[in-house]
């Protein structure tokens, strides 16, 4: 343990749910059932220390960090009395940025209505698109500023934040300036995801647009990012029967990937199209 100048001490708390107890990286299957709980015990509360570069050095009673890092200085001391402390939770998989809620669609799902009848009505991807498109960067802004403060409420540290309700430049990058503003200004840790390939545009066709995603919209934001007005970590696509098929996906993924982008894809997830297999 080293001695000096620390980051964070939290003592006191009822119990510190660390996941782990045996040395395992990650639980699977019947295992998460386990989850792995350290409590105090005797009136004694327990805690955790964050070293100078931010990793946890010490988990344990707080008598027993006491004893080990004794002279240690620390940046900040939370009192976690009768709290539970838990791990973050990282969200890897979310729209955030939208306008127009879907309320009314939940009767026609009630009513038996498939995701691709929604979506032939007009309803689902493309009501969300309509009202995006109206939207201002500013309007955007605060309401993907409303949920993100809510997810870390309820426990959420880093979240993947996508774009995918402009369909075209223009509103593709207005969603991505939103949430590259939340990057820079919001608590919340993002990776961001560029998904400008989440449905077809209305009157147009899949080749049409993979067309449009590949020579216009990746070529136009690979430039922004270039001159560090966006920054993009990911890639998405929505590789599925009647939207973006296997050959498409894979076109729209190796451009983002020469882009730099790391490959993230909805697959398989209304038509079984062995997508993990073609990638
Ligand atoms: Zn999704």
Redesign the pocket.
Known sequence: MSVGAHRLRVRNAAQIVTVCSRGERVLRGGEMGNVAVLEGEEGEGVGLAVDGDGKIEAVDLDSEIDAALQGCTFDHVIDASGQCVIPGLVDA?T?PVWEGDRVHEFAMKLAGATYMEVHAKGGGIHYTVDCVRRASLDQLYTSLDRRLTAMLTTGTTVVEA?SGYGLDLENETKMLRAIERAKREHAMTISSTYCGAHAIPKGSTAEDATQDVVNVQIPALRELCATGELSIDNIDVFCEKGVFDTDASRRILSTGKDAGWKLNF?GDELFPMNSGEFF
């Open positions: 998989h729209h996508k909805h």
